[in-house]
């Protein structure tokens, strides 16, 4: 039953600030799963996770589970509303509860750098100027050799791309050109066909090197 309220408290969300929330129903499952996988530990200790546009929290369920006690997640979620429910469901929870920061994820900054970025934001949605911005963000907060996971509804910028008012085909063309650039960086792809719409989870990491490998990404000076 909490499920459909979260749904519907989702779906509320998406009609009134659609162009940040970017879906009418939190993600399944299958993709959640997908979205977790990629988040192992290494010899190195507890791992530090930033999981960034929560909804109501379904990949944060996941995490939640997956984590070791000792780990460190943080959730950055920019709506009121989806973070009231977010302390609702994981306030205290086991073995991690995460930290939840009602921000937007280019003001977020408590001093931290992860080994893993689990992100759900809706670039598709946004200006291109500020995915760039978001996407450098990203590679900032990273630990060289971390990973970015994020999904992608199939084709959704395509469709844009091809069909959409000239404004959003712009938009859709410059995001695709962006993530061109980052193509290099990629080191895994999974297809989560049972998700509405299908979506693509693509795991891109920070190159391992002592150079600024954000490099890439960095937005274009004004
Ligand atoms: C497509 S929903 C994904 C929700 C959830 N991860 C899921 O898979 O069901 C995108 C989320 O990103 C949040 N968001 C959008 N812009 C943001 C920003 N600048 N900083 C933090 N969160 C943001 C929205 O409020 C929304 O909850």
Known sequence: MAGVLDGLK???????????????WPSSRGLCEAMVRPVV????GPLRVLEVGAGVGPVTAELTQRLLPGD??????LNVAFCETLH??????????????????????VGLRYHHIVSGLP????????????????????EPGGTLIMFHHILGREVLR?????????????LMELEERLAPLVVGSRNVLFNMPPARVL????????????????????
């Open 10 to 24: 989702f779906l509320s969300q998406s009609f009134r600030n659609g162009a940040t929330v970017g879906a009418v």
């Open 41 to 44: 530990g290494g010899a190195g």
């Open 72 to 77: 460190h997640l943080d959730v950055v979620e």
């Open 88 to 109: 609702q469901r994981f306030d205290g929870a086991h073995p991690v509860a995460p930290i939840i920061h009602n921000e937007d994820i280019l003001k977020f900054d």
């Open 123 to 142: 670039l598709a949605n946004f200006p291109s100027e500020l995915s760039e911005k978001i996407y450098a963000r990203f590679f900032e907060l990273l």
């Open 162 to 174: 091809m069909f959409g008012p000239p404004k959003d085909r712009k938009r859709a063309r410059q």
């Open 203 to 222: 795991v891109r990491r920070r190159p391992n090197t002592p150079e600024d490998t954000a490099a890439p990404v960095r937005p274009k000076p004004n």
